[in-house]
């Protein structure tokens, strides 16, 4: 006989610790998803097919379980549709209305004015609005959806033209049609996780975000706990209580992500739900030895958390891996270093892969753990370095991404008068106007390309090869050189001489190099050496 269920929304990597601690406490779970081959399907109890959007479906049902105990969610935007149906059943949990006033932005920005809780000036807008675009405050300003999470359509503009385009991306991200305009802020980012009952507000979780690749907020990894001094963090945490507050949400769960600027602590945003990312489910339990997880359990079924002191003081390091446009061909994970503890792909052989533009378009994420920070960050940053992605030849996007056959030397030449001008996607090397000179002077290749399969060499390039620089996730020229050799199978010796060789590969390699890193020097031997992958 079944004594108590929960309805858990999402069936993904993120859902996994809520559904498997849930079923360890004796719950039965009922987990929802539109995605009937999402990862967790078979680690519920009970799977309902069923859009997460459709909140009347959830509600229909949640009414016909028998010992329905209560509703959550952990890393997905539908908090709301949790409290809804939580509500209306009389369930434990948040207002409805709470739950709007965290889930969507505009709502949320002006429950922090009116509660005086440091957050940007911003402005909301609609679809009919969308020409209109006069800021009540200066650029830079930052453009995203009301209701979207995972940095979907959100991004940077310092011009109204950038503007104009921003708004038309974050429309075509934002379901209830309307998007938010708000101040830029410039300073340090901060990740937290909280549980609170009965108004009590409990930190589960202090992390650093490591944000890159301006105009867009691509989070290329958290390390938790944060090393930030004592007054600053306390200063950040207390700001984060009040924007909780401010929001209403008195038991449940609350995911914050604050910036430390020149003005001091200001919210970015606060969900009602526990994070993804990773952080509540991963890192900070293996950092601390607590599981915040079923603490919000505990919370959503009416039911006292029974959270625990930290049992260690670790550091837990997650790092994304990304790729550069194509379709995968293969994935090799080299060994990996000690203390790596998970190794988490979003993508598979054969699916097509994008530069991430935002927080669900990497191709994947590892995480470390290691009795101190430097470990855990170094082992976290090295496994990174050890997965390497080869893409398929022939592919368009992946050739109009390195500009093979189309970028000429005069192209080059004005990169290098150019190259203060930030550009996205940025090279994987960046590298200076002088390289950029050294590399249009160089030949092409020598000797004859057609038909060769074997003996293709490269020629030397010292201007870049001994500058010390290193690509988007730390690796190495040498590093990288050797990830091309392991992938393509090719020795590559350094040589500017054709006579023993049927190729030696120039500018196009060295530039597909500098372009798109490992992958756009790869693809550019496997083209010469015609493999059709």
């Not at 369930?91 to 965290?102: D, K």
């Not at 011009?159 to 075509?172: H, K, M």
């Not at 990773?278 to 079923?294: F, Q």
């Amino acid at each position: 006989m079944i004594e108590r269920q929960i309805i858990i929304l999402g069936a993904g990597v993120m859902q996994e610790p809520a559904i498997r601690i849930a079923k360890d406490m004796g719950l039965e779970t009922v987990v929802l998803d539109a995605d009937m081959d999402a990862p967790c399907v078979a680690l519920a109890n009970r799977f309902e097919n069923i859009d997460l959007k459709d909140r009347d479906g959830v509600l229909a049902l949640a009414r016909t379980l028998p010992a329905l105990a209560g509703v959550m969610t952990a890393g997905t935007d539908f908090s709301a549709i949790v409290a809804f149906v939580a509500e209306r059943l009389g369930l434990p949990g948040i207002s409805y209305e709470t739950a709007l006033n965290a889930s969507d932005k505009g709502r949320m920005r002006e429950c922090f004015r009116q509660a005086d809780v440091p957050s940007p000036r911003f402005t909301v807008l609609e679809t009919t609005q969308a020409m209109n675009l006069n800021l009540p405050f200066p650029f830079p300003a930052v453009v995203k959806p009301v209701d979207n999470m995972g940095a979907r359509g959100c991004r940077r503009v310092d011009n109204l033209a950038e503007l104009q385009t921003a708004t038309e991306e974050a429309f075509s991200f934002s379901r209830s049609g309307r998007i938010i305009v708000e101040e830029f802020m410039d300073g340090s980012e901060f990740s937290l996780d909280a549980v609170i009952y009965q108004g009590e507000i409990t930190i589960t979780g202090f992390a650093d975000r490591h944000i890159f690749f301006p105009p867009y907020f691509i989070e290329m990894g958290h390390t938790i706990p944060t090393d930030i001094d004592e007054q600053s963090a306390a200063e950040i945490i207390d700001v984060f209580k009040r924007g909780v507050r401010a929001l209403g949400i008195k038991n449940g769960a609350a995911k914050g992500d604050v910036k430390l600027t020149q003005k001091g602590v200001m919210i970015g945003e606060i969900a009602a739900r526990l994070s993804g990312g990773y952080m509540s489910g991963w890192t900070y339990p293996y950092s601390s030895g607590v599981e915040p997880t079923r603490a919000a359990i505990q919370i959503a079924i009416g039911e006292k958390p029974s959270l625990t002191p930290p049992t260690r003081q670790w550091t837990s390091a997650e790092r994304a891996f990304i790729s550069i446009p194509g379709k995968v061909y293969s994935i090799i994970k080299k060994e990996l270093p000690p203390h790596v503890k998970d190794v988490f792909f979003r993508v598979k052989e054969g699916e097509r892969v994008r530069f991430p533009e935002n927080n669900v378009s990497k191709a994947g994420n590892v995480i470390a753990v290691a009795p101190d920070r430097k470990s855990a960050v170094s082992v976290a940053e090295s496994a990174v370095r050890n997965i390497l992605i080869r893409l398929s030849t022939p592919d368009a996007e992946t050739e109009a991404f390195l500009g093979i056959g189309e970028r000429s030397s005069k192209t080059i030449a004005e990169s290098a008068n150019t190259h203060a001008t930030p550009q996205f996607p940025p090279d994987a090397f960046t590298v200076s106007p002088t390289i950029l000179l050294a590399l249009e002077r160089m030949s092409e290749s020598l000797g004859n390309p057609e038909g060769s399969r074997y003996n293709i060499s490269i020629m030397p390039f010292p201007e870049f090869t001994e500058g010390g620089l290193t690509d988007y996730v730390g690796r190495s020229i040498a590093e990288s050189l050797d990830a091309v050799r392991l992938l393509t199978g090719q020795t590559l010796p350094i040589t500017d001489s054709a006579a023993t060789t049927s190729v030696v590969l120039g500018r196009v390699f060295w530039q597909a190099f500098i372009r798109g890193g490992y992958q756009g020097a790869a693809y550019v031997v496997d083209k010469t050496t015609l493999n059709s992958l």
